[in-house]
């Protein structure tokens, strides 16, 4: 099975902050790769499929990029509401990374 | 509105059995891969097992291969996940999860979940 690495496991931002969250496959996943973003109690919402297409609705300020197997989420400008944990998943197979938690400093 | 709601969940002893029916709208069913994800209490998310948009084709996560059958009513707008001989760490919040058919292997359609303890 592909393992899916996510670095930091949490981290402390401000509001304004570029954030960036990494993904990491323990083989090559081409761009089968998505992220979801889930707030306390709580479904995950698809933010980014294919690495780097934006789901409809999704803010601007999320971007993704990466192929094989690092991967990159970026949000611009953190806003209060993005204060929640983000999870990469891989399609090749169906795997999830464990998740980065991403706190109000 | 599309939505997912998820049932059926509640306290089972181990060795028991659920089955959670999952109910579509807003879309067409038939047009979509389907899958079941769950959470453990503090976990990350863990893909269960999904289904091809006529049944045909159904997949596993290894530790509830044999025990979970996952199965669909295209007619009646519903996805089930029968769950046998469930074990203490089948415990987990579980979403129903619509597959997208931009890319089959994300998941763009989230139930509200529903869950599933297993404890004696």
Known sequence: DIQMTQSPSSLSASVGDRVTITCRASQSVGSYLHWYQQKPGKAPNLLIYAASTLQDGVPSRFSGSGSGTDFTLTISSLEPEDFATYYCQQGSGVTFGGGTKVEIK | ?120
């Open chain 2, 1 to 120: 509105e599309v939505q997912l709601v998820e049932s059926g969940g509640g306290l089972v002893q181990p060795g028991g059995s659920l089955r959670l029916p999952c109910v579509a709208s807003g879309f067409t069913l038939s047009s979509h891969w389907m899958s079941w994800v769950r959470q453990a209490p503090g976990g990350g998310l863990e893909w269960v097992a999904q289904t091809k948009f006529d049944g045909s084709e159904e997949y596993y996560v290894g530790s509830v291969k044999g025990r979970f059958t996952i199965s669909r009513d295209n007619a009646k707008n519903s996805l089930y996940l029968q769950m046998n001989g469930l074990r203490v760490e089948d415990t987990a919040v579980y979403y129903c999860v619509r597959q997208s058919t931009m890319t089959r292997s994300a998941f763009d359609v989230w139930g509200r979940g529903t869950v599933v303890t297993v404890s004696s």
